[in-house]
T-cell receptor
Framework: DAMVIQNPRYQVTQFGKPVTLSCSQTLNHNVMYWYQQKSSQAPKLLFHYYDKDFNNEADTPDNFQSRRPNTSFCFLDIRSPGLGDAAMYLC??????????????FGPGTRLTVL | AQSVAQPEDQVNVAEGNPLTVKCTYSVSGNPYLFWYVQYPNRGLQFLLKYITGDNLVKGSYGFEAEFNKSQTSFHLKKPSALVSDSALYFCAVRAIQTGANNLFFGTGTRLTVIP
């Protein structure tokens, strides 16, 4: 089945220790997104890639970076995690950002704990 | 600016009874409206969306939603609730004219279906 896969499902890191979260998709979608969802809050878009074009949200901290080496994979790098970065990180994909009927499909998420 | 309001943090309903989860929105221009469901420690699953046309939209798992432009609402409904419907429900909006694909999510409504 075509899907969005995130690894690992649970990640524990130490304060200030860089961490990378992984997302892959078999949908062959052009767009990949990263959202941050803190406890009992709505998902918040961090950035997205349209093919190789990176689009950062204005209020995304510089501590968060992303890489998309190919269509299938996208990584979220947190350079120096703080306690406030503990959250669920959701990856999503969509076919075409300008399409009128475009729907985002989400992976299961990675829950990040910062000690 | 786009925004979404889900006025109820929690909705309880007895199994077999109809359920409604409320959502109101604010956008400049015509909206694209979405409902997603999130089960514990899982990503968001797409339920349904309104783009244009018939105001009553049918989606997955027997859910439907009614777009009401005059009331700027997009309430999620189901005629007969199941215990397995218990989850966190998010309404989201995307403004058509912005050209961006940013989804603005509400804060979520936790639905509990009581056996």
């Amino acid at each position: 089945d075509a899907m969005v896969i995130q690894n690992p499902r649970y990640q524990v890191t130490q304060f200030g220790k860089p961490v990378t979260l992984s997302c892959s998709q078999t949908l062959n979608h052009n767009v990949m997104y990263w959202y941050q969802q803190k406890s009992s809050q709505a998902p918040k878009l961090l950035f997205h890639y349209y093919d190789k074009d990176f689009n950062n949200e204005a209020d995304t901290p510089d501590n968060f970076q992303s890489r998309r080496p190919n269509t299938s994979f996208c990584f979220l790098d947190i350079r120096s995690p703080g306690l406030g970065d503990a959250a669920m990180y959701l990856c999503a994909t969509s076919r075409d950002p300008g399409g009128s009927t475009d729907t985002q499909y989400f992976g299961p998420g990675t829950r990040l704990t910062v000690l | 600016a786009q925004s979404v309001a889900q006025p109820e943090d929690q909705v309880n309903v007895a199994e077999g009874n109809p359920l409604t989860v409320k959502c109101t929105y604010s956008v400049s221009g015509n909206p694209y409206l979405f409902w997603y469901v999130q089960y514990p420690n899982r990503g968001l699953q797409f339920l349904l969306k309104y783009i244009t046309g018939d105001n009553l939209v049918k989606g997955s798992y027997g859910f439907e939603a009614e777009f009401n432009k005059s009331q700027t609402s997009f309430h999620l409904k189901k005629p007969s609730a199941l215990v397995s419907d218990s989850a966190l429900y998010f309404c989201a909006v995307r403004a058509i004219q912005t050209g961006a694909n940013n989804l603005f999510f509400g804060t979520g409504t936790r639905l509990t279906v009581i056996p």
